[in-house]
T-cell receptor, first 118, second 112 residues
Framework: QVQLQESGPGLVKPSETLSLTCTVS?????????WGWVRQPPGKGLEWIGT???????HYNPSLKSRVTISLHTSDNQFSLKVTSVTAADTAVYYC???????????WGQGTLITVSS | QSALTQPASVSGSPGQPITISCTGT?????????VSWYQQHPGKAPKLLIY???KRPSGVSNRFSGSKSGNTASLTIFGLQAEDEADYYC????????????FGGGTKLTVL
């Protein structure tokens, strides 16, 4: 059974860097899947952030690309998300996902709410 | 990149079929057979229902069916059930300026 679990600070100050980690069990991040992040502002729709493959390939949302980095940590079977220079608009539930390589996320974490506020 | 266009809400009675549309452009839905659909109940993570336009993951009911014509993809739910009441999102691969995914704005399904 594949499980993904997000972990992070919950509260981030404006202009700082948001850092999240996703711990994967039941599936190796060195396998033939992409690993990524999707977010959902409170009461709003889903926004794709990006994905990464163990070969080093990354794909990012063009509107976020300058502020986002997704990294895979194979020794821990984890991957991470960093978003720099955050504002209130980055307040959202952040989900880590497994992408099946066909542009669809077949496994999701439970999500973690990140609030940007001073 | 603008979100794919979905109706904000649809409704139907138990047992009836309903269809949710998802309109994109020739740069995404119209070019790539990489459209997926997700179901999200309140307070829960989304669940994959359909991928590659028409395919269902193992365990997803065959009451859910996907299709595509031109720049518009559709999700049809047959034999509507109370448990189908949820938000539904479409998603498509897009190739420019770099490969990425775009979600629709979401559709709230109400079972009357």
């Amino acid at each position: 059974q594949v499980q993904l679990q997000e972990s992070g600070p919950g509260l981030v100050k404006p202009s700082e860097t948001l850092s999240l980690t996703c711990t994967v069990s039941g599936s190796s991040i060195r396998s033939a899947y992409y690993w990524g992040w999707v977010r959902q502002p409170p009461g709003k729709g889903l926004e794709w952030i990006g994905t990464a493959f163990h070969s080093g390939i990354t794909h990012y949302n063009p509107s976020l690309k300058s502020r986002v980095t997704i990294s895979l940590h194979t020794s821990d079977n984890q991957f991470s998300l960093k978003v720099t220079s955050v504002t209130a608009a980055d307040t959202a539930v952040y989900y880590c996902v497994r992408d099946n390589g066909r542009s669809s996320s077949d496994q999701w974490g439970q999500g973690t709410l990140i609030t940007v506020s001073s | 990149q603008s979100a794919l266009t979905q109706p904000a809400s649809v409704s139907g009675s138990p047992g009836q079929p309903i269809t949710i549309s998802c309109t994109g452009t020739s740069s995404d839905v119209g070019t790539y057979d990489l459209v997926s659909w997700y179901q999200q109940h309140p307070g829960k993570a989304p669940k994959l229902l359909i991928y590659e336009v028409t395919k269902r993951p193992s365990g997803v009911s065959n009451r859910f069916s996907g299709s595509k014509s031109g720049n518009t993809a559709s999700l049809t739910i047959f034999g509507l059930q109370a448990e189908d009441e949820a938000d539904y999102y479409c998603c498509s691969h897009a190739g420019t300026p770099t490969p990425h995914l775009i979600f629709g704005g979401g559709t709230k399904l109400t079972v009357l």
